[in-house]
């Protein structure tokens, strides 16, 4: 039986293969904090390295995440799982971010992964974003016994400029442990388009480790965006076909709810 989770880093990697219209792959290295949404406050008091709502090398912020207004997370999450229908048993709410770093952050993808009162994983909500500013969610429910979590959903909201709206994905991830494994495939009428995936293993989540992650991979965030957009670069460069978000409404938070914006 696994152990309860408990907050935590993730030491990892993501990786990105594209398949179509022609290939092309990369992969680098982050870190993820993966932190139980009642310990926020405990853990502002505890860390020193990882700022919880202040600066600092590497911090957390509430705004950064859900309604992007600084209210507290886990409230916002319950709210969004039972607008969906999906019983999220009651128990504790993990999210897996990336913090900021040097005051930066990026995240392509939040997951929220909600337990019940036994601490048997029940739903996740994944929160997207894109680099137009826009953000949507994907949630599920789950099997509180499996390890590992398969499901899927059409696509609908704009992210890669160089992959169509007509688009589905399928979710494959496992029960966080001493390892964790989030993958993501797309598929497109023509068939299978991109794979991304985070893995990570889990250290304690203390000064120590902050500060081993900082010092091994320096600016990870500012890495991380300058990544996305050197790959689109080369595909641009390589000639795959460009669609601009133009014409696609994106969805962007406001307050509680997500309204509809027309990107100018």
């Known amino acids: 039986m696994q152990a309860p989770p408990v907050s935590c880093l993730y030491d990892g990697r993501v990786m990105h293969q ?6 092309q792959r990369f992969t680098y290295r982050v870190w993820s904090v993966f932190v139980d949404l009642a310990e926020w406050d405990g853990l502002r008091r505890r860390l020193r390295a990882l700022g919880i709502e202040r600066r600092g090398p590497a911090s957390l912020r509430a705004a950064d995440h859900g309604p992007r207004d600084g209210s507290p997370l886990l409230p916002w999450v319950r709210h969004e799982l ?26 392509p993808l939040t997951v929220y992964y909600a337990y ?39 696509k609908d909201f704009y ?23 989030v993958v993501i495939n797309e598929r497109v009428a023509e068939g299978p388009q991109l794979v991304a995936s985070l893995t990570g293993v889990r250290r304690p989540l203390d000064d120590r480790n902050v500060a081993a ?31 601009g978000p133009s014409s696609v409404p994106q969805p962007v938070v406001a307050g509680n709810s997500e309204r509809r914006r027309e990107p100018r």
């Open 116 to 154: 019940d009162s036994a601490d048997r994983l029940r739903a996740l909500l994944y929160e997207v974003k894109n680099t137009f500013g826009g953000q949507h969610l994907y949630a599920f429910a789950v099997d509180g016994t499996a390890p590992r979590h398969a499901h899927g959903c059409d």
């Open 159 to 181: 992210v890669s400029p160089f992959i169509p709206m007509q688009a589905a994905y399928a979710f494959n991830v496992t029960t966080p442990g001493e390892r964790l494994s």
């Open 213 to 243: 992650c900082l010092l091994r991979q320096g600016p990870m965030t500012l890495k991380v965006i300058a990544g996305i957009h050197w790959q689109a670069l080369k595909l641009w460069w390589r000639g795959a076909p460009f669609r």
């Open 18 to 23: 594209r398949l179509r219209p022609f290939r």
């Open 82 to 107: 039972a607008a969906r229908g999906i019983e999220d048993g009651g128990g504790r709410v993990f999210m897996l971010a990336f913090p900021r770093v040097l005051g930066y952050v990026f995240n």
